[in-house]
């Protein structure tokens, strides 16, 4: 991708906001400011960044504002905010009052999109939230040292089939599947809290697949595999991951990976 000279990120809860500054740097990204969403991000990003504002969530202005202050055209939106600060905990500006009254739809996407469009106005690009990170994106085929046998394969390959398909209806973009039979697909409750149900319900050795949308918006959505799903695939005593290939993120790769060698859980990245 075209390399910048200052880039802005947006950071919510979680290890990705450090794992996109710090291959932002790797890549000569010379200045970093980052709008830090209050309650979730990490005090310690004030410790990597060149320059940190602390912002709530709803406060566009405010963001756009001291991004701008900072000479930044670029950004990305990275690391999650709890979901419950969409009902409880938003603290939204003047700007983001009327951008929220002109929406038909109040949806994940409509929603996201409308912020990026607002930032866009104002003279700054919201980047793909895998800007960067390419070394650290699933690649195809075997991605650990655990060997999928027949079975893990057939289950793999019926798993994503399904997860493409509830994801195409905006339903979830994980599943869960044991032996050809459903056992849980991903509502607003989250990917970990699907694992843990549809393991609960198969009685382990279920295989989990997680994938993104058609026509999905990577700027701010990425199907992302930390160590928190890595905890979840072990409780549920999962046996094989799918993994849509180049446009799932690992978080702490290398350590995901041992972990997932370690729990005998085969990972599987896969490509439509």
């Known amino acids: 991708m075209k390399k910048t000279k200052q880039l802005g990120i947006i ?12 291959s932002a740097r790797k890549n000569e990204v ?8 209050q309650g979730d991000a990490s005090e310690e990003l004030e410790k990597e960044s060149d320059a940190l504002s602390w912002v709530y969530p709803g406060q566009i202005n405010r963001t756009i504002k001291f991004f701008q202050k900072q000479g930044i055209s670029e950004a990305v939106m990275v690391g ?14 003047l700007r983001t009052m009327l951008m ?46 655990i060997k999928a046998d027949k079975s893990r394969l057939q289950d793999a390959d ?12 905006d339903i979830g973009q994980s599943v869960v599947v044991k032996r050809g039979t459903i ?23 279920v295989t989990v697949c997680k994938v993104t949308k058609p026509d999905h918006d990577m700027r701010f959505d990425v199907p992302c595999i930390g ?10 005593k999962a046996r094989t991951l799918v993994v849509e290939s180049k446009r799932t993120l690992f978080i702490e790769k290398e350590r995901v990976l041992e972990a997932l060698d370690k729990a005998k859980i085969a990972v599987i990245g896969k490509v439509i």
Do not use: W
């Not at 929603?111 to 650290?136: M, P, R, W």
């Open 11 to 22: 950071a919510g809860r979680g290890h990705y906001p450090f794992l996109m500054l710090r």
């Open 30 to 37: 010379e200045k970093i400011a980052v709008a830090a969403i």
């Open 80 to 93: 999650q905010v709890k979901p419950s600060r969409l009902f409880t905990g938003l603290r939204p500006d």
């Open 100 to 145: 929220l009254g002109k929406l038909k739809e109040r949806n994940a996407d409509s929603l996201f999109s409308a912020v990026c469009n607002e930032f866009q106005k104002s003279g700054i690009t919201i980047l793909s939230a895998i800007s960067y990170l390419d070394e650290h994106l699933a690649g195809e085929g075997q991605l650990n040292n």
């Open 158 to 169: 019926y798993a994503f089939s399904v997860a493409k398909e509830v994801s195409r209806m």
């Open 183 to 205: 056992l849980a697909v991903e509502g607003f409750e989250g990917t970990d809290k699907a694992i843990l149900r549809g393991g609960e319900l198969g009685r382990g050795g």
């Open 227 to 236: 160590m928190r799903t890595v905890d979840s695939l072990i409780q549920a």
